[in-house]
């Protein structure tokens, strides 16, 4: 890959990660455990949308050739999609929803935090300093609720701990580093997660430990998403997300 | 467990700096922490404010309305306490 | 005494001052709100659930977040009159326990299934459209608490219908199929949306004592020709036909006739015989019940760490 491509792979990676849990939290839209928090998740999926769209623009200037911020989300399959596995996990119930949440903000606030202070790419770094001010509400929304459900009732701990445990497989995948983020860390303009992984756990462990959960015994690491092998849950998610622009190709909405 | 309502809280914003915060509506929360989350995803989603105050609906003690007339009718003819009660020269203008 | 206070309570309302939740006001009056404002604010949730059927699904990213803050607008409608309501001496908890379980009404028109993207065209155009005809002269209403929600409703409503004339004026402007798309829309959306309005005025028991109580500012009659009225214009600049043969315009009226509305459908949708009635119910009774937990553990929690603050207090 050359640097324009490496850059353009890079970005969408982290446009997919938040396209689809953006996504994931937009199911929830009518059917929230009360009124307010139904209000507050679609917010976080409002802003997450917006800014896999900032990034999807800027990853079809490059692209060129007539890419724009609908052909990469809507014409790419499962295998060209680029996102966290953790992110596509589904919704379950408000516990998991939570808790992917959670371990996703925890990570998305440190990434944009180093893209800020590191990355050589103007573009990327304002559109980071806009989202920073989003993943900080979001990671403060999430962890008030581990803590919450955690230190709330029997039936909630047991549910968030168990919702802990299974997701817990998807987090390994975050800091292994993919070609694509070691050639752009390398090049300045990308974040090698590596670096970002000892403040990920310590955030995590602090905020666990409020919530009165335990921290699984280091799990299997399940990976693949970052290079397109996904698990089964992202097929399903771009057929009913993509099935406008299938049906009816090539026409403006 | 019989399920207990998340109290109603009532909700007032400061819409810039320099105004005073006024009451704009309320809403349920388990806590003042979620309550003012929820003020700000509820009540400033278009920019509406800069500050929020959250006030457990059960605080806030009001006077009776039956006692309207013996509260605020007897300012009604202190018209002194009006500017324009003075009649001071034309030549004067602004004062 | 009481005579005389409800002689007081119209001397009011005819001069226009508002009534407000701690006011002395008739019990009928007070019940006649609670019911239309529980049933309104019952209407904007069990109306998200249409119009969310198709946020995932959304042909572009600049409809779907347009959807998806539009849907959410509704439950922040919901939450706005649902409070309202509750300064009527009734809980949101009982408000929707009456919702549940079936003893409640909300509106019609969201027992109809959304069966393409034309749909949230449509229901943007016509049923947020004549949602705001209703809701505008409410901002006038007589009781307080119900006239401030409908203003802020009203400026969030703003955009809704342009939104879905947006999407109606696109497919228009686009393939035959789409424009087929947007037609079948209106046929099945249009006369559901003028039904919206209610029964017909000598058929509406309870409208002269609304409109006594300025409840109610205008009759059924009244806003459903308004309705009518400004949208052939506007299906006009679509180019597209409502589905109505009896629709002409009157110069001695200076109103559009139309045709008779099929009011035993109308019934029957009501009585719950709806195509999508159950399963409108069913997501939000899920929604609730699968909520429980969630609510329980967070008032848990609050209770824990209250009493956690107070012993630091007392430690102290
Ligand atoms: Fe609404
Ligand atoms: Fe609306």
């Known amino acids: 890959m050359n640097q324009k491509e ?121 559109i980071a300093s806009k989202t920073i001010k989003e993943a900080t509400y979001h990671l403060k929304w999430s962890s008030e609720w581990m803590i919450r459900l955690g230190d709330g009732t029997d039936i909630s701990k047991s549910k968030m701990q168990t919702a802990v445990e299974e997701l817990w497989d998807f987090t390994g995948e975050l800091f292994l580093e993919s070609a694509t983020e070691q050639a752009a860390a390398q090049a300045g303009f990308g974040i090698s997660p590596s670096s970002i992984e000892s403040y990920w756990r310590e955030k995590v462990a602090e905020i666990l430990e409020e919530a009165t959960l335990t921290i699984p015994e280091k799990g299997f690491a399940q990976k693949g998403g970052k290079t397109g092998i996904h698990s089964e849950h992202l097929g399903y998610i771009l057929a009913e997300m993509q099935f406008m622009q299938r049906a009816y190709p090539n026409l403006e909405w | ?85 003075y009649v001071l020269p034309e030549e004067l203008n602004h004062m | ?45 069990v109306g998200m659930l249409p119009e969310g059927n198709w946020i995932t699904r959304a042909p572009n990213l600049r409809r779907k977040v347009a959807l998806l803050a539009k849907v959410q607008d509704e439950a922040g409608h919901g939450l706005y009159l649902y409070s309202a309501a509750e300064t009527l001496g009734m809980s949101r908890d009982e408000m929707l326990e009456e919702l549940h379980t079936g003893k409640a009404k909300y509106s019609s028109i969201f027992n109809y299934p959304t069966l393409t993207w034309a749909d949230m065209g449509a229901i943007g155009w016509l049923v947020d459209g004549a949602a705001i005809m209703n809701q505008v002269p409410l901002c006038r209403t007589s009781y307080g608490p119900y006239a401030r929600a409908m203003v802020r409703v009203c400026k969030e409503e703003s955009f809704h219908q342009r939104q879905g004339y947006e999407i109606m004026l696109t497919l228009c402007k ?37 409109m006594k109580w300025k409840i109610k500012r205008f009759s059924n009659d009244e806003l459903r020709q308004k309705f009518v009225d400004v949208t052939v214009a506007q299906a006009e600049i679509l180019g597209l036909t409502i589905p109505d043969k009896d629709l002409k315009w009157n110069e001695a009226r200076g109103h559009y006739d139309f045709g008779a509305i099929n009011w035993d459908e109308f019934n029957n949708v009501v009585a719950g015989n709806g195509p999508c009635n159950k399963q409108r119910l069913k997501a939000r009774v899920d929604a609730w019940e699968k909520g429980a937990w969630v609510r329980e553990a967070a008032t848990a929690y609050a209770e824990k760490r209250a009493k956690r603050e107070k012993n630091k207090i007392e430690a102290a």
């Open chain 3, 174 to 210: 686009g393939s035959e199929e789409q424009k087929a798309m947007a037609q079948d829309a209106l046929n099945r959306w249009w006369w559901p949306s003028i039904m919206m309005f209610g029964p017909n005025d000598d058929n509406s028991p309870n409208s002269a004592q609304s």
């Open chain 1, 6 to 126: 490496i850059l353009f792979d890079y970005i969408l990676h982290l446009a997919d990660n938040s396209m689809i849990i953006g996504q994931r939290n937009a199911e929830w839209c009518g059917h929230g455990p009360v009124l307010e928090q139904d209000i507050a998740l679609t917010n976080i999926s409002l802003d997450l949308i917006g800014e896999a769209r900032s990034l999807y623009q800027y990853a079809a200037e490059i692209k060129g050739g007539g890419a724009t911020e609908d052909s990469l989300p809507f014409l790419r399959d499962v295998l060209q999609y680029r996102n966290l596995l953790l992110v596509e996990q589904p919704n379950t119930d408000w516990a998991y929803t939570i808790v992917r949440q959670f371990f996703f903000d925890v990570y998305h606030y440190y990434l944009n935090k180093m893209l800020i202070e590191h990355s050589n790419d103007t573009r990327l770094k304002e």
């Open chain 3, 1 to 45: 005494m009481e005579i005389n206070l409800e002689e007081q309570f119209q001397k009011r309302i005819d001069e226009e001052v508002k009534i407000e939740p701690r006011d002395w006001m008739p019990e009928k009056y007070r019940k006649t709100l609670l019911r239309q404002i529980s049933q309104h604010a019952h209407s904007e949730i």
């Open chain 2, 1 to 85: 467990m019989t399920n207990k309502e998340w109290p109603l809280w009532e909700v007032f914003i400061r819409a810039k700096q320099g105004l005073n915060h006024k009451h704009v509506g309320s809403l349920h929360a388990a806590d003042y922490q979620m309550a003012i989350e929820n003020a700000r995803d509820v009540y400033t989603r278009r920019l509406e404010g800069v500050s929020i105050w959250v006030v457990e609906s059960k605080y806030i003690h009001a006077n009776e309305p039956s006692e309207q007339d013996a509260l605020f009718d007897p300012a009604s003819d202190k018209i002194y306490r009006h500017p324009t009660f």
